[in-house]
């Protein structure tokens, strides 16, 4: 089976601060895909990363995927508290199964 | 546009009960499609995927079942509900495997 193993599971920070979340496992994926999900509502893409070493930035997010394509990482510059919420990697593997991480929930107080 | 329909919102059901969930999706054809579960503020568990009309994968051993009867239609069920299958249901489709996965609004069933 395969496993997204993401860390750390609870993320509690102040206004400001910055941050990195990691997604880690053992198989290999054809690419990688962060999601992040409000309460009650299902997850929303925040980005695709297909090529091994590729660096992708949004606004106050980076992200990476790892050069063997078996990990990522997402770091936040400057959280602010509407980045709240439910960080989800996942990753697409070569027999059309997409496999999401165990979450990394993030508290940004003011 | 394409959207995504999920049914119902909440379920609370008797341990034994049978079970139907529901998901369609509009404006697009042959989709992949996903059934996860998701325990409160974890990750999501990949339950069943589907590529084409028919054709069912299965990624976990449990009392649930998935059939796609039409290409657009995707069903999760159980004979006998346990108390172990409350969680939130979420239903995605894709264009295809490494595209954007886009979900529905979810079940949150409550086996009592």
């Known amino acids: 089976t395969q496993l997204l193993e993401q860390s750390p599971q609870f993320l509690s920070i102040q206004e400001g601060e910055n941050l990195t979340v990691y997604c880690n496992s053992s198989?290999?994926?054809?690419?990688l895909q962060w999601y992040r999900q409000e309460p009650g509502e299902g997850p929303v893409l925040l980005v695709t990363?297909?090529?091994?070493?590729e660096v992708k930035k949004l606004k106050r997010l980076t992200f990476q995927f790892g050069d063997a394509r078996k990990d990522s990482s997402l770091h936040i510059t400057a959280a602010q508290p509407g980045d709240t919420g439910l960080y989800l990697c996942?990753?697409?593997?070569?027999?059309?199964?997409?496999?999401f991480g165990t979450g990394t929930r993030l508290q940004v107080f003011p | 546009s394409q959207t995504i329909h999920q049914w119902p919102a909440t379920l609370v059901q008797p341990v034994g009960s049978p079970l139907s969930l529901e998901c369609t999706v509009e404006?697009?054809?042959?989709?992949?499609l996903y059934w996860y579960r998701q325990a409160a503020g974890r990750g999501l568990q990949l339950l069943f995927y589907?590529?084409?009309?028919?054709?069912i994968s299965s990624e976990v051993p449990q009392n649930l079942s998935a059939s796609r009867p039409q290409d657009r239609q995707f069903i999760l069920s159980s004979k006998k509900l346990l108390l172990s299958d409350s969680g939130f249901y979420l239903c995605?489709?894709?264009?295809?495997?490494?595209?954007?996965?886009?979900f529905g609004q979810g079940t949150r069933l409550t086996v009592v």
């Open positions: 995605a489709w894709s264009v295809t495997t490494g595209d954007e996965a886009f």
């Open positions: 198989s290999v994926f054809s690419s």
């Open positions: 990363v297909v090529t091994g070493g």
């Open positions: 996942a990753g697409a593997d070569y027999t059309d199964k997409l496999i």
């Open positions: 404006g697009t054809s042959n989709p992949n």
């Open positions: 589907s590529v084409g009309i028919g054709q």
